[in-house]
């Protein structure tokens, strides 16, 4: 296979297999080379490319999700990444001479606002009567701990539980592969009792806890969280709050975000517990709230009245 006259779908299978960190990775590439390779043709050579090709496959999209209604818009974002890194990764090969797509305007990441929602203490009791044991502690490590559910709690252990210096340890998949494999969060008042409640289960059942053996049932796919989560609250005639898991670990950002001030905490230390930068924190969990409108109005109605 010669530089530069390499197609489009032997270009796509090769990036399927380069720097891949994880099989959702994979089944997005190869989801990614067949939509590409729908748009273009497979047999499209990667050096006839064009920097115009690159608004011909955001129209695709537009018109594929037209069609269809399948891609949603944070899906299309990223198969439009996905399009950019392809050249790249052509580029560092060395099958094209230049990347058509250098001076191209990345789209925006979209922001679901309208789909935030906080969940409030009363709201995650509720929850927390009708779910069962291993769902429990999930809600709560999203709710309280502001963990990614599921690739984060599921990996936590009873070893890194630190109930003398009241700390969490929280390896993190996603972040892994920019060399942030983990971080320590505090161990917040309200995952305590939780979590003493868990032991106490595994205590009874077993006779001890091993600090090796991860807190959630290791036997039980995280993948199903979500939906018996959802039949949780189907039986007991309840609906569930939009963006399950997402919502609580947004509530708890807004929450540390509020209580941020000179004798608490600083919103940096808040975005390094939940493992991401300050930006995207606010960008992307920090909600508007109720509380903080009515506050805002007490606020300015005092600074007016004095």
């Known amino acids: 296979m010669s530089a530069g006259r390499i197609t489009l779908k032997q270009l796509c299978l090769l ?17 990614f080379t067949r939509i590409v390779c729908n748009a273009f043709g497979p047999k499209r050579l990667v050096e006839l490319i064009r920097s115009q090709d690159w608004d011909n496959f955001a129209r695709y999209l537009v018109e594929v999700r037209r069609r269809n209604k399948a891609l949603s818009a944070t899906y299309r974002y990223r198969l439009q990444i996905a399009f950019a890194s392809l050249m790249k990764f052509a580029l560092n090969r060395g099958d094209i001479l230049r990347n058509p797509f250098a001076g191209a305007r990345l789209p925006a990441p979209p922001v679901a606002k309208n789909r935030a929602f ?12 009708i779910l069962p044991p291993d769902l429990k502690v999930v809600l709560a490590l999203a709710r309280y701990g502001g963990l990614r559910v599921p690739s984060e709690a599921r990996l936590v252990r009873w070893g890194d539980v630190d109930w003398k210096n009241q700390e969490l340890f929280v390896r993190s998949p996603k972040t892994e592969y920019w060399g942030k494999f ?58 569930p709050w939009p963006k399950l898991w997402i919502n609580c670990r947004s509530s708890r950002v807004t929450e540390l975000m509020a209580l941020c001030g000179p004798n608490t905490f600083d919103f940096t230390d808040v975005a390094a517990w939940m493992g991401h930068s300050a930006n995207v924190m606010i960008e992307h969990y920090k909600q508007e709230s109720a509380t903080a409108r ?10 007016a009245k004095s």
């Open 15 to 31: 990036y399927q297999e380069h720097n891949t960190r994880s099989d959702k990775t994979i089944c997005f590439r190869k989801c």
């Open 118 to 129: 906080f969940v409030t203490p009363e709201l995650y009791a509720e929850a927390m009567a």
């Open 182 to 239: 983990a971080r320590t969060i505090p161990l917040f008042a309200e995952l305590r009792p939780v979590l003493r409640q868990r032991r106490r289960e595994i205590r009874q059942k077993f006779g001890k806890v091993d600090p090796a053996e991860t807190i959630l049932n290791r036997h039980t796919l995280a993948a199903t969280w979500d939906r018996q989560a959802r039949r949780a609250f189907e039986k007991h005639n309840k609906k």
């Open 294 to 303: 009515r506050r805002a109005a007490t606020a300015i109605l005092a600074i």
